[in-house]
């Protein structure tokens, strides 16, 4: 479902979601407000994007954002993805927030109020709260990193997840093509 943010004191303007032509948003999704998806997402079911409060919501090019995840943010913040990001079931992003291309945020993970560099691996169940992980940094799972020293100290994706987030995204932007497929062909019986 897509609709517009309700008119606030704090932002008198209301926006519609923008979805490019090559994503899928999944029926079930609630995106609203200043959303833009662009080329190739996959947005699966129970997905709730709100730029109700936080505003814009941008999600770049080839961006995975799986079932039941949660993007949220503070009044007056954004969310930012770059391109080619994997959002894993079930995970929360709350804003402000900033992910560089080809990252990937794991089952049940929460990321919030943080700047995540390119290439970055955050596990399930990890938080990551308050902190900037330089490019390439790995979040084991279940780990707490809310402290800029914790994420100073991690270290680099492991060669065996290297390319992991690259097979996901291949998957999803099949998905998005193959879905808009068939949701076409059922439009037209």
Same mark, same amino acid.
């Given at each position: 479902m897509l609709k517009p943010n309700p008119r606030t004191s704090w932002n008198s303007k209301e926006c519609m979601p923008t979805v490019a032509a090559t994503a899928y948003?999944?029926?079930?999704?609630?995106?609203?407000?200043?959303?833009?998806?662009g080329e190739e997402v996959y947005v699966g079911p129970v997905v709730s994007l709100r730029a109700d409060e936080a505003n814009p919501i941008i999600i770049g090019d080839r961006c995975n954002i799986q079932d039941g995840v949660i993007f949220h943010g503070l009044m007056g913040s954004s969310i930012n993805l770059g391109k080619q990001i994997s959002i894993a079931h079930g995970a929360v992003i709350h804003g402000p @927030? &900033?992910?560089?291309?080809e990252s990937f945020v794991g089952f049940n993970s929460v990321v919030h109020a943080s700047t995540l560099g390119k290439k970055c691996f955050v596990g399930h169940a990890a938080a990551v709260i308050g902190v900037t992980l330089a490019d390439g940094k790995f979040v084991p799972h279940g780990s707490l990193v809310d402290t800029q020293e914790k994420a100073d100290a991690l270290g680099p994706v492991p060669d065996t997840l290297k390319h992991f987030n690259e097979?996901?995204?291949?998957v999803?932007?099949?998905f998005a093509r193959s879905y808009r497929? @068939? &949701?076409k062909s059922c439009a037209g019986n």
């Open positions: 948003v999944d029926e079930s999704a609630v995106i609203i407000g200043d959303v833009r998806i @927030m &900033k992910i560089g291309d097979e996901v995204v291949e999803n932007c099949e497929v @068939m &949701k």
